[in-house]
């Protein structure tokens, strides 16, 4: 019996060592995509619209914020939307937008989209503005 032992430790130990090794396998984590920033600027006239495109790279969150209007005390319409290579197809809006206003959606993947901004009737006169998109 000790015998059978002594010849099998030796046999255990190989094969117990073998298994160890220097390489160390770590889960992958998953990654967190990069978001771009984009601003966009222009004028809107009475009873017109402006409407700028961005490709998102990623899905994940998507954020409009309406940073300037001059003058400030104006109300506007803000939207975000797919872009279609012609027409900005809206699927969120807020037709009472004003400085500081922010939409947010979620896009699931690699996309074209586009903010636009517009009157709601609201404008007398040619109004400054700024919007800053964040998206991944």
């Not at 600027?41 to 940073?67: I, W």
């Not at 506007?76 to 290579?85: D, E, H, I, R, Y």
Request: aromatic fraction near 4%; proline fraction near 5%; glycine fraction near 8%.
């Amino acid at each position: 019996m000790s015998r059978l032992i002594l010849c099998t430790l030796p046999v255990l130990l190989a094969v117990a060592t073998s298994a160890c090794g220097d390489d160390v396998q770590t889960p992958a984590s998953p990654t967190t995509p990069t978001n771009f920033t984009e601003t966009f600027s222009g004028t809107l006239t009475r009873n017109g619209a402006q409407t700028h495109n961005f490709d998102t790279q990623a899905s994940g969150t998507v954020t409009a914020t309406l940073n300037v209007l001059t003058p400030d005390t104006a109300t506007v319409g803000l939207a975000l939307g797919t872009w279609n290579g012609a027409v900005c197809q809206i699927v969120l809006a807020n037709d009472r937008a004003v400085v500081t206003t922010v939409l947010q959606g979620g896009v699931s993947a690699v996309g074209r989209l586009c903010v636009r901004l517009y009157d709601v009737g609201t404008l007398a006169q040619p109004t400054n503005y700024e919007v800053v998109v964040v998206h991944p």
